[in-house]
Antibody
Framework: QVKLVESGGGVVQPGTSLRLSCAAS????????MHWVRQPPGKGLEWVAV????????YYADSVKGRFTIFRDNANNTLYLQMNSLRAEDTAVYYC??????????????WGQGSLVTVSS | SSDLTQGPAVSVALGQTVRITCQGD??????ASWYQQKPGQAPLLVLF???RRPSGIPDRFSGSSSGNTSSLTITGAQAEDEADYYC???????????FGGGTTLTVI
């Protein structure tokens, strides 16, 4: 069955970096676009970034552009989110989610359970 | 436009019908997808491409779209439908996504 497992979250200080991973299994990872979506504690969902199935295109929310990088390793079925210059407002649960359309314009049909990132001094 | 607007909360009597709406200029061009989120859980896709349901989603969930508004309707709401519901669509560029603020559904 489809499985997405995030890891790498934790408590970090403002201005530092963190890398999240999303291990995928149960489907052909290299055929799907992938997204990161975050949710601050007690608040709604915020889309963060998307990467096409082959890694050829990436797009970012304005709130993270220039600080976060989404990339993938199709050989090892893993999605990443490199987060630099972290701010308190980046505190959230980060979810990875699968997109079945070739141009990553589709529904987010499977989600991981999330990884909590807390940015605090 | 970069906004999707949802009402914050709605309630429905058990077994009755409820509609949750999502408004935004981008919905004139792109379909919305809808996600259900229960406390402590990851979001779950319940509707996409206007009125398609993933496998396993009950047929009491349906979708519609008109102009700048997309709607999720639950016909015969059940206690287990109590959750937060979020709409999602692309922005005018077609490359970025955005979520509505979410609607909390209470089944009474």
């Amino acid at each position: 069955q489809v499985k997405l497992v995030e890891s790498g979250g934790g408590v970090v200080q403002p201005g530092t970096s963190l890398r999240l991973s999303c291990a995928a299994s149960g489907f052909t990872f290299s055929s799907y676009g992938m997204h990161w979506v975050r949710q601050p504690p007690g608040k709604g969902l915020e889309w963060v970034a998307v990467i096409w199935y082959d890694g050829s295109n990436q797009y970012y929310a304005d709130s993270v552009k220039g600080r976060f990088t989404i990339f993938r390793d199709n050989a090892n079925n893993t999605l990443y989110l490199q987060m630099n210059s972290l701010r308190a407002e980046d505190t959230a649960v980060y979810y990875c989610a699968r997109d079945p359309y070739f141009d990553s314009s589709g529904p987010l049909d499977f989600w991981g359970q999330g990884s909590l990132v807390t940015v605090s001094s | 436009s970069s906004d999707l607007t949802q009402g914050p909360a709605v309630s429905v009597a058990l077994g009755q019908t409820v509609r949750i709406t999502c408004q935004g200029d981008s919905l004139r061009r792109f379909y919305a997808s809808w996600y259900q989120q229960k406390p402590g859980q990851a979001p779950l896709l319940v509707l996409f491409d206007k009125n398609r349901r993933p496998s396993g989603i009950p047929d009491r969930f349906s979708g519609s779209s008109s102009g700048n508004t997309s709607s999720l309707t639950i016909t015969g709401a059940q206690a287990e439908d109590e959750a937060d519901y979020y709409c999602n669509s692309q922005d005018s560029s077609g490359h970025h996504r955005m979520f509505g603020g979410g609607t909390t559904l209470t089944v009474i």
